[in-house]
């Protein structure tokens, strides 16, 4: 009997490599969260880049409309200056459209100094945003090569591990099979345990001294009798 148990045993250790191993793939990075922020980064970028673009076209708009307002107040002052009018009222036209030109030219000059300190700030937005976008991207790369090549290496081992599995399995008689993995299903992957002391090592409650010469002398399929593990003792090596 102790050497299906020592199978069955084998076969346990097996059982729990696998689970380990399935638990590290399923918790693999995968990029997911990463992706999410270069997302928000992207969509962020987009709209820095659109207010970017109509700060430029505002600034440019201002451009030529200030071309085209000096361009008229030199025309009207050629004609106060240049000695044509002499008419009083028409010099005060003049003067008056002239004052005004000049008023509207200032503000213009104005919003121009502050668009071209906004276009700055932005540039100096849009480049920092571009960068951040490319260690984000970069990392994303890191972890899904981590990702395929740690999941490559698991899914090898697990491979392997089944391919034991199905051979241990194969060896140990049907009913003591079946009975460990009932137990195991419904004890969080453990039906089989390895007692070297005088409690269980599933559920460390001290087991019967009945229990324990049982287990010394192979005497049948010995249980917890809290948690109903199947218990394997191993002899001590001669």
């Known amino acids: 009997m102790r ?8 076969l346990q ?15 693999l990075e995968t990029g997911d969260a990463l992706q999410a922020e270069i997302a928000a980064a992207e969509a962020q970028m987009a709209s820095l880049l659109e207010r970017h673009h109509g700060t430029e076209k505002e600034s440019l708009d201002h ?25 009083p009222r028409q010099l005060a036209d003049l003067q008056g459209e002239v004052a005004m030109l000049s008023r509207e030219i200032g503000k213009l000059e104005d919003r121009i100094l502050e668009l071209m300190d906004a ?13 951040h976008l490319a260690e984000l991207r970069g ?22 591990l089944d391919g034991r599995r199905r051979e241990l399995a194969g060896r140990v008689p049907g009913p003591l099979l079946k009975r460990y993995e009932q137990i195991r299903a419904r004890q969080a992957n453990l039906g089989v345990v390895k007692v070297t002391a005088t409690t269980c090592p599933g559920c460390r409650i001290a087991l019967p001294s009945e229990t324990l010469k049982a287990l010394e002398a192979d005497s049948g399929t010995q249980t917890c009798e809290n948690c109903g593990r199947i218990l394997f003792w191993e002899p001590p090596a001669a």
């Open 119 to 131: 276009l700055e700030q932005e540039r100096s937005e849009i480049g920092a945003g571009e960068a």
């Open 139 to 160: 990392r994303l790369q890191v972890v899904r090569d981590k990702h395929q090549s740690t999941g490559t290496r698991l899914r090898g081992e697990l491979a392997a």
């Open 13 to 27: 250790q097996v059982d729990s490599d696998l689970a380990r191993l399935r638990e590290v793939l399923a918790g």
């Open 3 to 10: 050497a299906e148990l020592a199978l069955l045993y084998d």
């Open 63 to 87: 451009d030529l409309e200030l071309k085209t307002l000096e361009e008229k107040r030199t025309r009207f002052q050629r004609q106060l200056y240049g000695g044509t009018v002499h008419n």
